[in-house]
C-alpha cells in the first residue's frame, strides 16, 4: 500500500509527502487511530487531504497509509430504518459499542456483518444475465423487497447461484463468468459516492411527487424525478416542511440527510418516523427512510460527503425499480463545508468566499435527480428536494442563486408569513415550479377536467390581492370599490382556506389529492357566488362575517381525508347562507348600478 | 489521542502576530495541544497550537501578546488538549474566563479532566426535549415555549434589559407539577463589563439563589482571545452538572457578539479570507459547536437549556450574528426598542419570536389542550393588528373598518396587558387567562384557529362567564 508522511496540518486539512502512488479521491486512514480522510490534491511531492474526524494531537511525521480505492459507501440490505453519519458510519452501531458522544478512531462497519437475511434466488445457473439486472431478492420489509443487482459492468452467464436460504451480507450469491473475469455477487457491494450510478436512459418527468401539501401539490408541483429547492431565511419553516415532505409524499424510498443541521432535529426524526403511519399503505414510516445526519458540530468534511453517501444510496434504490426522494437540509450547509475546507487549502475564492467550482458543484449533484429506466429496464425515479439557508434571507447569494439555476421547482420561504405564524409560509407569488405543465394531465385524471382552469384562476386572484393591497396602503380599503374589495375577501378567504395547512393537525398535515380537489373546487364555487352576489349589490365585508365562511377558512382543519362527504354539507350550509343575502342584493341594487366598475 | 511525553520547552519564537506567536523546532507537537507561554517578566499565559508546517507552528494566545519578546518569552507544550478540571461542589463559586477560581476559595478536586471542546452528541443518544419549563414570562410560555434541552437565545440592542430578563427567568423557571425543582445556572460573562456580571451576581445573592450558580467572568477588559474559550468552559462545567451529577442545568451565555467580534479578530490575523462583514466562513460550525452543547440525553437525568444572550449591531437581524445564531439555536426571543422606549418591560418584540420545539412541549398532558390553537390564534391576531398598525400611520384610523380597529386595539392591549408585567412572575394559568380574555375581545369570524368548540369553552365563558 502506498504510504505518505504528514508534515503539514491545518484543522481538517493535511499535506503529507507520498511514497507510492496515489489517486485523486481515494480514501486514505491518517496515524495510529486510522482517521478516515480522502485526497483532494496531488502534487509532485505531496499529497493534500481531508479528515473526516476530529484532528485533534495530530502530529508531522504520522503516516497517512493509502487504501487504492475511492470513498465508497456500503450498499445493501439493512440500510432502511438506519441512522449513518456523513461518512456513513451506523450512528446506533456507534452508540453501542462508543456511547453517548461520537469521539474519534471509529471502527464500525456501515452494514450489519451478522444479520441474516432470507434470500430468494431469480435467476438460474447457466442463465445469461446482463450488468444491473436483479439474480434474487430479500423481503426487506413488508412493503419493499430488496433486489441483489449484478454490478453494472459484470454482464455474463451465471455460473453458480446459492440456492434459497438466509445469508449474512457478504457471503456470496452468485458467480458470474464475464469478459473481465468471474465476478463475485453478494448482498453487500460498493460504489464511490461521487460517481453517479448507471442507467439505460432517462426518461421525461410525467408525474407528481404527492406531498399532500396543498401549496405544493396544487400549486407548486414537484415531479417524480425533478430537483426542487426551498430557500427561506431562518424560522420560516423549511426542516417542517422538509420533514413534512418526508413523511407523505408517495415516494417509495425517502433518503433524509440532515447536512450540518440540528441533532434535535434529527433526534425528533427518530422518535416520530417510527410511529407514524404511510397514508397509502398503513406501513410505519420508518420503514421506507434512511437517515443521514451530520449535525452541525460534527466534522466538517464529513458534512461536504454527507450528500453524496445520501445520493449514492438514493440511486441504489432507484436502480431496483423504486421511486426515491431524497431530502437535503441544508445544502447551504454542504456549500459551506466546501468552502471552508477550500479556505484552508488557500485556494482562490470567487464570490463570498465561496471557491469558483461551487456551481459546477451544485449543478452535478442536482443533475443525479432524473426519471430513468434502469439497466434492467425497469421504470424508477431520484427526486431531490434541498433547502437553502441564504444569510439574511437575501435570495441573491450564491448558494440560492445557483441551486435556482439547476432546479425547476423554487419554493421560496416568507418571513412575514412564517412570523404570522402562516404555514407553510410559501410565498406565492415568488415561488415558481417548471413541473406545472407535466404534472397537469395527471390531475386532469385526478382531480376533474377543470383542475387546471380552477388553479390559474386562484393564481389570477393572488397576483389582484398583492395589486390592490399595494393602493390599500395609500387610500385605505374602504376607498375600494366593491369590485375590488370582493377580489380581496376571496383572496383572503381562499389564502386562510387552502394555502395554510398545519404540519402538526392530525386531519390536516397529509391532504389527499381527492381531498385537495374538492377543496379547490369549492373555494372557486365560493368564488363565483360571491362575484354574482357583489355584483346584485351585497357588500363583500359582510361576506367576511358569515359563520359559514369562518368554516369555510377551516374546512382543512375540520374534514379529514376520510369524510370528503362532509364537502357536500359544507357546500349546502354554503348555498343557504349566501341564498339569504340575496334579499339584501335587491335592496341594495340601485346603489350597486353607480359605483361598479 | 495525544501520546504522553515530556513536556517540551522552546523558545524558538520567530514572530508575534497579533494573538499569534510562531515557533520553530518543534517536533513533535500535535495540534490544538495546550501551550503555555512564559514571559521574561513573569506570569503564564495560555495558548493552543492552531498550525503545523514542518517543525514550524501557529500558537493562539488566549490571554494576549503584550510585554512578549522573541529572544525570552518561552514556550512549554503539553501534550494534551485543553482540559478543565470538573467536580464535586461546583457550584456557588466564581472563575475567570479560563475557569480557574477566582473568589478566593479552593481549587476544585478534579474528578474529571474534559476537553473543553466536548464531542458531539451521537443524535442516535438524544432524547427530544419535551419538558415544558415555565419562565413565568407570558411572552414566552404562551407563545414561544422553552422546554428542557433547547437553546433559545435572546436577540437584544444594547439598554434593552436582557440581562434583566434572563436573571428573572434564571430566577422564575421551573417545571410544573409536583417535580419543580430549580435549575442550576452557569452564567458566562463574555467580554462583559464588571458591573453586568456583579449585578448578576448581587441579583442572585439576594434571592438566595447563589449556591445553584456556577459563574464564569471573561469582563471587557480581560483578552479579547481568551472570549474563544469561556463558553467552552462553561459548558464543559455545565455538562458535567448535567450528565455526571444529573441536574437541570440552565446555561446564560452574554454576550456572544463579543465571542464572535474576538473570533473575527483572531480570524484576521491569522489572514484567513473573510465571509460576510469580516467574519470567517467557519463561524457557522464555530456557534455550532458551542449551541449544539445543549440537549438531553437518554438514560441520563439532567439537561442543559442554553439561553444565549447576543446584541444586535445596530439592531439588525440580518447581522451575521444573529443570523447565523437563528440557524442553529431553536427559536428565538427578539427584544425591541419601540417596545422599551413606551416602557414595556420585557420589550419582546412578538412576531420574530419563534420556538421551534415548542410543539413538542405544550398541549394534552403536557399544559393545555388548547394550548396550540391558543398561540396560533394570538400570533395571528397580532400580526393582522400590526398590518393594520402599519396601514393606519398612512391612511389614518378612520381608514379602517370598525373591524379592523377592534383588532388595533387588541394589538395595543397586548403589548400594555400581556407582553408587559415588569418584574412579576406570571403563572401558565395566569397567562392563559389573560390571553383570552383579550381575545374574547374580537369578534368570532376573525378567529379562525380556533374551533367552535375552543370559541365555546373559552370566548364565550370570558364573554358572558364573568
Known amino acids: 500500500m502506498s504510504r505518505a508522511e504528514i508534515f503539514w496540518i491545518n484543522g481538517p486539512v493535511l499535506k503529507a509527502h507520498p511514497e507510492g502512488n496515489f489517486q485523486m479521491k481515494e480514501a486514505v486512514f491518517v496515524g495510529d487511530d486510522r482517521l478516515v480522510a480522502e485526497v483532494i490534491r496531488l502534487d509532485v511531492d505531496a499529497i493534500t487531504v481531508q479528515v473526516f474526524e476530529d484532528t485533534t494531537g495530530l502530529t508531522p511525521g504520522m503516516v497517512i497509509e493509502g487504501s487504492g480505492l475511492p470513498l465508497a459507501a456500503e450498499l445493501g440490505p439493512g440500510m432502511l430504518g438506519a441512522m449513518f453519519d456523513g461518512i456513513q458510519r451506523p450512528l446506533r452501531a456507534v452508540a453501542s459499542t462508543y456511547g453517548d458522544f461520537i469521539g474519534t478512531a471509529v471502527v464500525v462497519p456501515s452494514l450489519d456483518r451478522q444479520r441474516q437475511w432470507r434470500y430468494q434466488p431469480v435467476v438460474a445457473a447457466g442463465a445469461e444475465i446482463s450488468g444491473g439486472c436483479c439474480i434474487g431478492e430479500i423481503q426487506e420489509t413488508a412493503d419493499l423487497m430488496h433486489r441483489v443487482l449484478v454490478p453494472p459492468d459484470a454482464a455474463g452467464t451465471v455460473e453458480w447461484r446459492a440456492p434459497e436460504g438466509s445469508y449474512c451480507i457478504d457471503k456470496p450469491l452468485a458467480r458470474i463468468r464475464s469478459p473481465r473475469g468471474l465476478v463475485e455477487v453478494s448482498m453487500l457491494s460498493r460504489w464511490p459516492i461521487r460517481v453517479p450510478r448507471p442507467f439505460r436512459q432517462r426518461l421525461a418527468l410525467e408525474r407528481p411527487l404527492l406531498t399532500g401539501q396543498r401549496v405544493i401539490d396544487t400549486w407548486y408541483p414537484i415531479a417524480k424525478g425533478g430537483a426542487s429547492a426551498m430557500p427561506g431565511g431562518f424560522g420560516t419553516g423549511k426542516t417542517v416542511l422538509q420533514q413534512t415532505l418526508a413523511k407523505w409524499c408517495d415516494a417509495d424510498v425517502i433518503i433524509y440527510i440532515g447536512c450540518g443541521e440540528r441533532g434535535n432535529e434529527m433526534a425528533s426524526v427518530l422518535e416520530e418516523f417510527p410511529a407514524l403511519e404511510d397514508p397509502r399503505t398503513g406501513r410505519m414510516l420508518m420503514e421506507r427512510t434512511v437517515l443521514i445526519a451530520n449535525t452541525s458540530n460534527m466534522p466538517v468534511a464529513a458534512r461536504e460527503a454527507s450528500i453524496y453517501t445520501g445520493i449514492t444510496i438514493g440511486e441504489y434504490f432507484r436502480d431496483q425499480g423504486y421511486n426515491v426522494a431524497l431530502f437535503a437540509d441544508s445544502i447551504s450547509r454542504w456549500a459551506e463545508a466546501l468552502r471552508e475546507i477550500s479556505g484552508r487549502l488557500e485556494e482562490l475564492p470567487a464570490e463570498e468566499g465561496y471557491p469558483a467550482y461551487l456551481p459546477s458543484r451544485l449543478a452535478e449533484f442536482f443533475e443525479r435527480a432524473g426519471r430513468t429506466k434502469t439497466l434492467a429496464g425497469q421504470e424508477s425515479s431520484l427526486t431531490v428536494v434541498g433547502t437553502v439557508s ?93 369590485s375590488q374589495r370582493l377580489v380581496l375577501v376571496c383572496a383572503e378567504v381562499m389564502v386562510e382556506g387552502l394555502l395554510r395547512q398545519s404540519a402538526f393537525s392530525e386531519t390536516d398535515r397529509y391532504c389527499s389529492p381527492e381531498k385537495q380537489a374538492a377543496m379547490l373546487e369549492l373555494i372557486d364555487y365560493f368564488i363565483q357566488r360571491a362575484q354574482a352576489l357583489v355584483e346584485g349589490g351585497v357588500d363583500p365585508d359582510t361576506l367576511l362575517t358569515l359563520p359559514v365562511v369562518r368554516r369555510l377558512q377551516r374546512m382543512g382543519e375540520d374534514i379529514s381525508n376520510d369524510s370528503l362527504g362532509d364537502f357536500a354539507g359544507l357546500t349546502r350550509a354554503l348555498n343557504d347562507a349566501l341564498d339569504a343575502q340575496v334579499p339584501n342584493m335587491q335592496d341594495e341594487s340601485g346603489e350597486q348600478k353607480v359605483v361598479g366598475e | 489521542m495525544i501520546a504522553p511525553q515530556h513536556y517540551l520547552f522552546h523558545t524558538g519564537l520567530t514572530s508575534i502576530q497579533g494573538p499569534l506567536i510562531f515557533v520553530r523546532n518543534t517536533q513533535g507537537v500535535g495540534l490544538y495541544e495546550r501551550v503555555e507561554v512564559l514571559a521574561a517578566q513573569g506570569g503564564v499565559r495560555l495558548g493552543r497550537v492552531v498550525f503545523i508546517a514542518d517543525d514550524k507552528v501557529i500558537v493562539e494566545v488566549f490571554q494576549g501578546t503584550e510585554g512578549l519578546s522573541l529572544g525570552e518569552a518561552r514556550v512549554k507544550f503539553l501534550s494534551e488538549p485543553i482540559l478543565l478540571n470538573v467536580g464535586p461542589s461546583m457550584l456557588g463559586r466564581v472563575y475567570n474566563g479560563v475557569g480557574v477560581p477566582i473568589d478566593g476559595g479552593p481549587g476544585i478536586v478534579a474528578k474529571q479532566r474534559p476537553h473543553i471542546d466536548g464531542n458531539a452528541i451521537n443524535p442516535v443518544r438524544r432524547d427530544v426535549p419535551r419538558e415544558f419549563i415555565e419562565t413565568g414570562v407570558s411572552a414566552i410560555d404562551a407563545m414561544n415555549s422553552l422546554v428542557r434541552g433547547q437553546k433559545l437565545p435572546i436577540f437584544s440592542g444594547s439598554g434593552l434589559g436582557h440581562e434583566r430578563l434572563a436573571s428573572n427567568i434564571a430566577r422564575f423557571a421551573r417545571l410544573r407539577g409536583k417535580h419543580a425543582e430549580e435549575f442550576a445556572v452557569v452564567f458566562a460573562a463574555i467580554g462583559v463589563t464588571f458591573d453586568t456580571a456583579e449585578h448578576f451576581r448581587r441579583e442572585m445573592d439576594e434571592y438566595g439563589a447563589m ?139 412578538l412576531l420574530p419570536c419563534l420556538s421551534r420545539l415548542m410543539n413538542h412541549g405544550i398541549g394534552k398532558n403536557m399544559t393545555d389542550v388548547d394550548h396550540p390553537a391558543f398561540a396560533q390564534q394570538l400570533y395571528s391576531s397580532y400580526a393582522q393588528a400590526h398590518r393594520l398598525r402599519l396601514l393606519s400611520s398612512v391612511v389614518g384610523e378612520e381608514g379602517l373598518s370598525a373591524a379592523d380597529r377592534q383588532l388595533l386595539r387588541f394589538g395595543e392591549r397586548m403589548d400594555d396587558v400581556f407582553i408587559r408585567q415588569d418584574d412579576r412572575r406570571r403563572t401558565l394559568e395566569e397567562t392563559f387567562d389573560l390571553g383570552w380574555m383579550l381575545l374574547a375581545e374580537l369578534p368570532d369570524e376573525t378567529l379562525v384557529r380556533l374551533s367552535d368548540t375552543q370559541i365555546d369553552d373559552h370566548i364565550k365563558l370570558h364573554r358572558h362567564g364573568r
Open chain 1, 390 to 482: 441564504p444569510p439574511g434571507g437575501d435570495f441573491s447569494e450564491p448558494v440560492t442563486a445557483h441551486s435556482r439555476r439547476y432546479v425547476k421547482s423554487f419554493l421560496a420561504l416568507d418571513r412575514d408569513r412564517a412570523q404570522a405564524r402562516f404555514y407553510p409560509a410559501i410565498h406565492p407569488l415568488q415561488s415558481y415550479s417548471e413541473y406545472v405543465s407535466c404534472t397537469a394531465q395527471w390531475w386532469q385524471h385526478h382531480g376533474g377536467v377543470r383542475w387546471a382552469e380552477r388553479r390559474d384562476r386562484m393564481l389570477t386572484l393572488l397576483q389582484e390581492q398583492a395589486r390592490l393591497e399595494k393602493m390599500v396602503k395609500i387610500v385605505g380599503r374602504d376607498a375600494l370599490p366593491p
Open chain 2, 211 to 349: 449556591q445553584r450558580i456556577a459563574l464564569f467572568l471573561n469582563l471587557a477588559s480581560d483578552p479579547s482571545a481568551e472570549r474563544l474559550l469561556t463558553p467552552r468552559v462553561a459548558l464543559t462545567a455545565a455538562e458535567y452538572l448535567a450528565y455526571e451529577e444529573g441536574r437541570h442545568v440552565l446555561v446564560i451565555l452574554t454576550d456572544m457578539t463579543n465571542y464572535c467580534e474576538a473570533l473575527r479578530e483572531v480570524s484576521s490575523s491569522h489572514g484567513e479570507v473573510p465571509s460576510r462583514k469580516g467574519y470567517p466562513g467557519y463561524m457557522y460550525s464555530d456557534l455550532a459547536s458551542i449551541y449544539e452543547r445543549a440537549g438531553r440525553i437518554s438514560g441520563r437525568p439532567g439537561s442543559i437549556t442554553q439561553m444565549p444572550i447576543l446584541t444586535m449591531p445596530n439592531d439588525d437581524i440580518t447581522h451575521p450574528i444573529p443570523d447565523l445564531s437563528g440557524y442553529i439555536t431553536e427559536g428565538q426571543i427578539v427584544l425591541d426598542r419601540d417596545l422599551a422606549r413606551r416602557g414595556v418591560f420585557p420589550p419582546i418584540k
